[in-house]
């Protein structure tokens, strides 16, 4: 996709975070995000883009993640993910080739293949990384969601100017 999507959708287990989960000795549950993919964040909101979150896991941490980053979509517990997908574009009136979307894992493959531009961390396995445009460089939980963006705004021609957005030259 050279264009600019109208509709960025994320995974979050395995892509804003290492797909580790963690527990303590009373039963809570930890994650660790990137704080980098929060730029890639900014870097929609620069262009009006919308993001959404659609994930299988039902946490609190991905609520209270996506509330800080003001994400404009969030979609947990969900098992078809297409189909929440497909939801989500007649809300919007697009269609999925309008969308970019990042996943790692099996539960993702029938939407990375539906989408207009798809992408996998490095970590994700080689049959999910088989199905996408882009396989990032970064693995997931490093930085993988920010690549993922970046790399969209470039091959659109937009990174630099979302970036003089963010600091103008003088």
């Known amino acids: 996709m050279n264009t600019l999507p109208r509709l960025v959708l994320t995974d979050i287990d395995g892509v804003w975070t290492d797909g580790g989960m963690y527990y303590d000795q009373t039963g809570n549950e930890w994650k660790k995000f990137n704080t980098s993919d929060s730029a890639g964040v900014l870097f929609l909101r620069q262009l009006n883009i919308p993001l959404g979150i659609i994930t299988g896991e039902n946490t609190e941490i991905v609520a209270r993640r996506a509330a800080k980053l003001k994400i404009d ?23 999925l080739a309008e969308v970019a979307y990042i996943g790692d894992d099996i539960g993702d493959v029938q ?32 930085g993988a969601f920010r690549e993922f963006v970046e790399t969209m705004l470039l091959r659109a021609g937009k990174l630099q100017e979302v970036l003089d957005r963010i600091n103008p030259r003088n």
Request: hydrophobic share 40%; with cysteine; aromatic share 4%.
């Open 111 to 142: 939407l990375l293949r539906s989408v207009g531009f798809s992408a996998a961390p490095l970590n994700a396995p080689v049959y999910v990384r088989n199905e996408v445009h882009l396989v990032t460089q970064s693995r997931g939980g490093e």
């Open 73 to 95: 979509m969030l979609h947990q517990g969900i098992n078809n993910k297409l189909e929440c997908a497909q939801q989500i574009c007649r809300d919007l009136n697009i269609s």
